[in-house]
């Protein structure tokens, strides 16, 4: 039994015995020296903020590098982060300061460096030894533009174009500038008046590296020799010069034109292109030159032994090729393949064998970065089949609408879940394995399993396997292929309440020991699932649709009566289609011609085959109502135990249930409080036809409130104004005085301060911040079940609190977490016996033994908007409120296990995550996290057991924090390593006879020509040397405390891979002293210096 520790809980109490009426003085008193039996255990040292991972494809990529010894991959993007990946399970997400966009990055191969270069003209040198690449070095340029950048391979000299069309030299090793420059006036014959453009393109000659290769955006190329510093040859043409590529020779190289051109030069004839294809040109009589086409952006020209060499480019297509999808061309030898991308493409790399230039390349893939995918391209295959991508990067395929995180599932539900969706797997990849194979996985310290599941505008959800910091999608079921869909705009019905994307998933319920799962859609649907291995065809699928109203003078139904399933004549062909309403209707419109009892959508009347895994237990639908549309659904609770579902929304409360596949409650919210309705409701105001669009931006989680209502009892002006300054997009209730459901959750309890044991009901929370009880009368288990009604009758227990209510949960006498009944997962579609002893079968019921419900009592934790209580029961006293926040309010809000614990976690919109004790609500974290800047942040945040959490961070990524201490220490251990120790590949044997006669790769002494002793000193003010931060991603938001602290050093030593010395005052106050980086640099480069390559 789990124990938990309070300290000062008297002086707790009396601090809020004021809360209790004078008349309940004497049962709190009791539930107060009950308490204190009860030992909480968590405290503040317990918790530690930090991000953990980042999934999904980078968002707005704009570069992309290859280090083809490490095979790591890089992509950066328009908003200055990096994202690192190697081989599958390998991944880090890293973020430059300024935010700027990223649009260039270089390895140094084999070395476990990257240079980022910046749109705020910036070069940042990333250490990849750690497994959190921080910054070593930072060079700011203040009077030049950085348009490219060019590192050898085995050079410590960055070459850097810059818009004036000027070169300057990076020594990466101390990142100061040489004194060598390569001016644009000197590159290009003086007789040319014109400044020949930008920069874009520079490269040595793979055969002399005194050879520089200067592509100016004009179609001015130079061949520069950095001995004699001056011109060998100009190359100019008329068109505009995208990229330049080197044949490995060094006798030619090709460039891409914006006239879609592709030129071929020989090195000693600078008059003409030796050769000129257009590969996408209309080839005209007469020896006319072809239509121009678009520009060809980028290209690659690739060696093989074998055989033809491979030229690769992007763009380039005709003009006339309207519509057509972005292309990728491979030409090789007298073929060409257009390989069509569904999405414009960024950039792309051909992953060669050697990382020589100057050796036969042998490429084996491509890999094209896309705008919102990563495709790798086989080259050695038939057809250039792509291989299947093992990256988590599809969680933007449909728009993410909707998540949800459970930790510590059962131990079969993944295997099940991957094996009925190993069959949804695509056919026809390549063969081969994942190119992209280095680093090293990080050691697996969870053992418990992880499963996020997102809900997508297209109606699909997908299961995504997220045990031990990694990602892996698990299986995809696409709840839209239950309705008619209309082919084009024209047919589509006229009962749609969104403009787009009908089938959007807005609220998730899941019961992991069942495997039932529920949905709620933004058309005012709801979906039940049941999880089966076995394939069925469904004949006719179960319907209902509800009739749920907003009325103020006219109750439609009397408290707990059963409403009687009316057949329905205007709702197709489907004979189970019925209408549970109290006024029965002949047709689909009503007397005066508005819309009436007709669904947002039309379920499929045909057979429907489904596949093994979640298939189709119940459609509910919400009609029209004398032409008012249905309104969204904003709670939805299903409960395995009780075969029962519930759902609310602005109008009111519905519960089925979906074993008889009958309506048992349709109360509209003001009928719930039956006598006891504390507020003044106004007659409602004619309603708008229709709502905001169900896109990605609109989508409004359920538990998230209306901005404009009526105040609860105890909220005050000043509360009230800040509601009213809250977004409008946060709800789609509009301004009127409309309660809506907010949270519901079943559960076997005390219903009545008379009770005198627990028995199964519902407890409802609503936006105004009251909560009621909702009593369940179950008939017996098996046969009887499933013919006997179950009734349901309001209990009359009401309770309040300030802002409207997110979540609810109950504790036992001991103060563990008692979780709601659930009946454990068997196959629905089985053998007579395995029935036969299904019908013996109970539910788990997980509330006390009948010996000990007398005597114990529960406490509930209700959590609102504004405040937490914790209430005894049955006495309903509140014995412990804490006020979470007064000016801002809470999003979300968790009640999880941590460290054989419970905790209350919430987020708040201004930013702050915060922890607190249960059941004293005592806080135990504060931390500003993050400031809520979109509503997808609020649709998607959510806390799970185990100190885990995440929320969209953009469209496509999901991050991953943790609030736990002990997973923030052991998270070291869990990530990855990027570098791994790797010989580098032995250099091209230059053969007898080159090496006699000469004709061999000619090396330069780059250190002679650009050193200080040679070249002098860089202008002072050209550029800025900015020491980085040097190596540890400062743990954001630690605990407070001396424990935080030494937790946070112990981080920084880890990472570093050194311990630190004597900590001077400037180092502590800065985590790492730049001049002890500038060191260690140096001494890294001396002791590799004269060494050969593949000793290391």
């Known amino acids: 039994m789990r124990k938990f520790n309070i300290r000062k809980v008297l002086d707790g109490l009396t601090a809020v015995s004021a809360v209790a009426s004078a008349s309940s003085a004497a049962q709190q008193q009791q539930a107060g020296n009950r308490e204190t039996e009860i030992q909480e255990t968590l405290q503040s040292e317990h918790f530690q903020l930090c991000k953990t991972v980042r999934h999904g494809f980078p968002y707005q990529p704009s570069a992309l590098a290859f280090d083809p010894v490490q095979k790591i991959l890089a992509i950066g993007t328009q908003t200055g982060a990096l994202r690192l990946f190697g081989r599958p399970g390998v991944e880090c997400y890293c973020q430059h300061d300024s935010g700027a966009a990223v649009i260039q990055l270089q390895f140094l ?16 040198l990333w250490n990849l030894r750690q497994k959190r ?47 060598y420059v390569i001016m644009w006036n000197k590159a290009i014959e003086l007789s040319s008046k014109s400044h020949p453009g930008p920069v874009v393109h520079i490269s040595d000659n793979p055969m002399d590296e005194g050879k520089l290769l200067i592509g100016f955006e004009s179609g001015t190329v130079v061949l520069w020799d950095l001995k004699s510093k001056k011109a060998d040859y100009r190359y100019t043409h008329d068109e505009a010069i995208h990229s330049v590529a080197w044949h490995h020779e060094g006798k030619q190289f090709i460039c891409s034109h914006s006239d879609g051109t592709l030129t071929i030069w020989n090195v000693k004839s600078p008059t003409k292109p030796f050769q000129t294809i257009t590969p996408h040109g209309k080839q005209l009589k007469d020896g006319k030159k072809p239509e121009p086409c678009k520009p060809i952006l980028k290209v690659e020209y690739k060696t093989t032994r074998a055989g033809e060499p491979f030229i690769i480019l992007s763009g380039g297509l005709s003009y006339d090729t309207v519509g057509r999808r972005p292309c990728l061309t491979v030409m090789h030898g007298k073929s060409t393949a257009v390989l069509e991308m569904d999405y414009s ?5 051909t992953l060669c064998e050697t990382p020589y230039p100057n050796d036969f390349q042998e490429p084996y893939a491509v890999v094209v970065l896309l705008e919102k995918d990563l495709v790798l391209i086989d080259l050695a295959q038939n057809g250039y089949p792509i291989f299947e991508n093992p990256y988590p990067l599809t969680i933007h395929e449909s728009p993410v609408t909707c998540c949800e995180y459970f930790a510590d599932c059962p131990v079969d539900l993944i295997p099940a879940l991957y094996s009925v969706g190993a069959r949804q797997k695509r056919q026809g990849y390549s063969k081969k394995e994942w190119p992209i194979s280095g680093g090293n996985w990080g050691v697996i310290t969870q053992s418990y399993s992880e499963i996020i599941i997102t809900g997508h505008a297209d109606g699909s959800i997908k299961f995504w396997d997220a045990s031990a910091i990694t990602l892996q999608v698990l299986y995809k079921l696409k709840t839209a292929k239950v309705f008619e869909k209309s082919r084009n705009k024209d047919e589509r019905p006229n009962t749609d309440i969104v403009d787009e994307d009908p089938y959007a998933i807005q609220i998730i319920s899941w019961c992991a020991e069942s495997r039932m799962l529920c949905i709620a859609g933004v058309s005012a649907h709801v979906i039940i699932y049941r999880f089966s291995k076995q394939e069925v065809t469904t004949e006719v699928i179960p319907m209902l649709e509800v009739r749920l109203l907003y009325e103020i003078n006219d109750v439609e139904t009397p408290d707990g009566e059963q409403v009687p399933p009316v057949p329905t004549p205007g709702t197709g062909s489907n004979p189970q289609s019925i209408v549970p309403q109290s006024h029965p209707s002949t047709s689909s419109s009503s007397s005066d011609g508005l819309r009436d009892n007709v669904p947002c959508l039309k379920v499929k009347n045909s057979p429907l085959k489904q596949s093994p895994g979640y298939q189709i ?10 032409g008012e549309p249905p309104q969204q659904i904003t709670s939805l609770a299903i409960n395995s135990a009780y075969g029962l579902v519930v759902f609310g929304n602005c109008n009111g409360i519905a519960m089925v249930d979906y074993l008889q596949k009958t309506v048992l409650l349709n109360l509209g919210t003001i009928e719930l409080y039956g006598s006891n309705d504390p507020y003044r409701r106004e007659p409602r105001s004619p309603r708008k036809a229709r709502q905001p669009s169900g896109g990605l931006c609109d989508i409004n989680e359920g538990t998230v409130v209306p901005e404009d209502r009526c105040k609860s009892p105890t ?20 301004k009127e005085s409309r309660e809506a459901i907010s949270a519901l959750h079943f559960c076997e309890t005390f219903t009545r301060k008379a009770d005198t044991s627990p028995s199964p009901c519902l407890w409802v929370g609503t936006t105004l911040g009251t909560v009621l009880v909702i009593v369940l009368n179950l008939p017996p288990g098996g046969e009887q079940r499933l013919l006997q009604p179950v009734i349901v009758s309001p209990s009359g227990t009401i309770l309040r609190l300030k802002g409207a209510i997110l979540r609810m949960a109950f504790l036992d006498t001991t103060g563990s977490l008692v979780p709601p009944a659930h009946e454990p997962w ?11 002893k299904a019908k013996k079968r109970r539910p788990v019921s997980v509330s006390p033994s009948p010996s000990q419900e007398i005597s114990e009592n529960q406490y509930a934790v209700i959590c609102s908007e504004k405040q937490a209580k914790v209430i005894s029961l049955p006495s309903q006293n509140c014995i412990y409120k804490q006020n979470i926040t007064e ?19 919430c987020f708040c919109a201004n930013g702050h995550i915060m922890t607190f004790s249960l059941p004293s609500l005592r806080p135990l974290l504060d931390v500003y996290y993050l400031p809520l800047t979109n509503m997808r942040i609020a649709r998607t945040f959510c806390f799970t057991d185990n100190g885990q959490a995440l929320y969209l961070v953009s469209p496509t990524e999901i991050q991953r924090l943790t609030y736990s201490q002990e997973t923030c220490e052991n998270l070291q251990e869990m990530l990855g390593e990027l570098f791994t120790l790797v010989e580098t590949p032995e250099a091209p044997n230059r053969g007898f006879f080159k090496g006699l006669f000469g004709g061999g790769a000619q090396s330069l002494d780059r250190e002679e020509l650009f050193g200080e002793s040679a070249s002098g000193k860089a202008s002072r003010s050209l550029a800025q040397h900015i020491p ?8 954001k938001g630690a605990a407070s405390g001396v424990v935080g602290e030494l937790a946070r050093a112990r981080l920084a030593l880890d990472e570093r891979g050194q311990k630190l010395g004597e900590l001077e005052e400037k180092t502590a106050a800065m985590l790492y002293s730049a001049d002890s980086f500038s060191k260690h640099a140096h001494e890294m480069m001396l002791k590799y210096k004269d060494k050969k390559w593949y000793q290391f």
């Open 1028 to 1035: 980085g931060p040097g190596g540890i991603e400062g743990v």
């Open 109 to 124: 191969i084999n070395e476990g460096a990257l240079v980022s270069a910046l749109a705020d003209d910036t070069l940042h």
């Open 826 to 836: 068997r196959e629905h579609y089985e053998d007579k016996d395995e029935k036969e």
């Open 715 to 734: 909220s005050d002006v000043k509360d009230n104004s800040f509601s009213r300054s809250r977004s409008s997009s946060v709800t789609s209730i509009d």
């Open 617 to 626: 237990e119940l459609v509910i639908q919400l009609v029209w109502v004398s």
């Open 345 to 349: 493409i960024v950039d792309f790399l």
């Open 887 to 905: 000016t801002s309010f809470v999003l979300r809000g968790d009640i999880v296990s941590l460290s054989n614990s419970i905790c209350l976690a």
């Open 133 to 179: 690449p921080a910054i070593l070095h930072s060079l700011k340029f203040n009077r030049e533009r950085i348009t490219f950048c060019h590192l050898p391979f085995q050079s410590k000299w960055l070459y850097v174009g810059t818009e004036r069309g000027n070169i300057h030299i990076v020594n990466v090793e101390s990142f100061t500038l040489s004194g």
